[in-house]
C-alpha cells in the first residue's frame, strides 16, 4: 500500500514589497539614490528626485494610517493614494 507523504514543503517567506521610482529626466551628471525600509528612489533631476521621494513618504504614511501594506492593498487603491500623496 502506498501512502502520500504529508511532509509538505514549506515555502521561504516572500520579502516584503517595495516600491521602486525610477527618474529619466537628470542632465546634471549627479546620480541619486534614496534608500528607505519600503521604497528606493534612483535618479531624476533634483526636483523629480524630491518629488517622487515626498509621494513614497506620503504613500506610506496613508498606508499605516489605513493599517495596510503593499502586500495587502488593492492595486486601484494603491493607485489612487499615489495620486493623492503626488505634490503639485
Do not use: C, W, Y
Not at 46 to 59: C, I, L, S
Not at 65 to 81: A, M, Q, W, Y
Amino acid at each position: 500500500m502506498n501512502r502520500l507523504n504529508n511532509h509538505s514543503k514549506q515555502l521561504p517567506p516572500k520579502p516584503p514589497a517595495h516600491l521602486i521610482g525610477v527618474g529619466l529626466d537628470h542632465k546634471d551628471g549627479h546620480k541619486r539614490i534614496t534608500k528607505a525600509e519600503r521604497f528606493a528612489i534612483v535618479g531624476g533631476s533634483q526636483e523629480t528626485h524630491e518629488r517622487m521621494t515626498e509621494t513614497a513618504m506620503k504613500t506610506f504614511e496613508t498606508l499605516d494610517r489605513k493599517g495596510k501594506t503593499l502586500e495587502s492593498v488593492d492595486p486601484k487603491e494603491l493607485t489612487d493614494i499615489i495620486k493623492d500623496s503626488t505634490p503639485e
